[in-house]
């Protein structure tokens, strides 16, 4: 990551240079090897500046061509700085499951899901427009490749805890989820950009206007549609409470569908989410491993030092599914 004096002194420059008036100090509220977030309090609200590793830096240019292009609900960009891969964004509000934890609303849940499908399939024919900006090509006919190439990092794999016999089931599997992968793709669902945090900690809400906003779009993928949206409902029955045999799950689910059912039939949407829910692990272990990859290995570990591999979880739950 880069000098911190630096960044702050850019953040602070830019925005005096915008007509903004400063009146505290920056507060650094997140520090970790993959992200840095500072509010600078201003005159006119608050403003976020935001630093990532070079890598995954592609997310102000992100967020204005989901702004100007597909009039998506992103933060608003003021300015950005390819050097220190840092931007500056306008205050959207505070994260929507500070609210949910308050009070569940599962309709407010529902909201956030139709909105950002919405996005997702205003994108689908978009694909080339994305990858110049260095969202990853992870299409379905893609997803086979990297795995391969991912469980092939033996030494990697073992140090993130990986046994023979588990490594062995992996490479084992590799045929079957190339065949999951193209039983997936069959269904027709157009694939879109997304990301893999979509989750009520990644959506703000305005407390003033109830705008909804998302963010947290720096490791984006180009690929089926109901990844993002099956780590969503993971996250409401983790945070939530939320349980798959009840009323509010079912809600949730047919706010993930509504805005395919035109495509297919609902059984075969049932269908398409419980076999991208399959695939799920494999996907959030290639996302893990990039992110990885994007930052220095031992500030990664020591951040996790307590916990266990979540890289590896993700790759024992494909093997016991």
């Not at 600078?40 to 990532?52: D, I, R, W």
């Not at 140090?159 to 023979?164: A, C, H, N, S």
């Not at 779009?217 to 798959?244: D, M």
Request: contains cysteine; hydrophobic residues 40%.
């Amino acid at each position: 990551m880069n000098n911190e004096t630096q960044i702050l002194k850019w953040g602070t420059d830019c925005l005096v240079a915008n007509g903004y008036s400063i009146e505290n100090p920056p507060d650094i509220l997140l520090s970790t090897p993959w992200s840095t977030v500072v509010r600078f309090s201003t005159t006119t609200g608050n403003v976020y500046l935001k630093e990532t590793p070079p890598s995954i830096s592609s997310e102000p240019q992100i967020f204005r061509l989901l702004f100007e292009q597909f009039h998506a609900s992103v933060p608003v960009v003021i300015a950005s700085n390819n050097e220190l891969h840092c931007f500056l964004t306008i205050d959207a509000g505070k994260a929507l499951r500070e609210t949910l934890k308050a009070e569940f609303k599962p309709e407010l849940l529902c909201q956030a899901i139709k909105q950002y499908a919405a996005m997702q399939r205003s994108t689908e024919d978009y694909v080339e427009m994305f990858l110049k900006l260095g969202v990853q090509d992870w299409r379905l006919d893609k997803l086979p490749i990297l795995y391969n190439q991912m469980i092939n990092q033996i030494d990697f794999l073992k140090v993130e805890g990986l046994t023979d016999k588990e490594l062995k089931i992996l490479r084992d599997q590799s045929s079957q989820f190339s065949t999951q992968c193209s039983l997936l793709s069959s269904y027709g669902i157009p694939e879109t950009f997304g990301i893999h945090d979509f989750h009520d900690n990644n959506i703000l809400i305005d407390p003033n206007t109830k705008r909804l906003t998302f963010i947290d779009f720096g490791e984006a993928n180009f690929f089926h549609p109901f990844f993002s949206l099956y780590t969503c409902l993971r996250q409401s029955i983790k945070h939530h409470g939320v349980k798959e045999a009840d009323q509010t799950y079912q809600k949730l689910q047919d706010a993930c569908f509504e805005n395919w059912l035109g495509l297919v039939t609902k059984n075969q949407l049932i269908e398409v989410f419980i076999l991208a829910a399959k695939l799920w692990p494999i996907y959030s272990a290639l996302d893990c491993h990039r992110l990885m990859m994007s930052v220095d290995r031992q500030e990664y570990k020591s951040h996790f030092s307590n916990k266990p591999s979540q890289f590896a979880a993700y790759l024992r739950e494909y093997i016991g599914s």
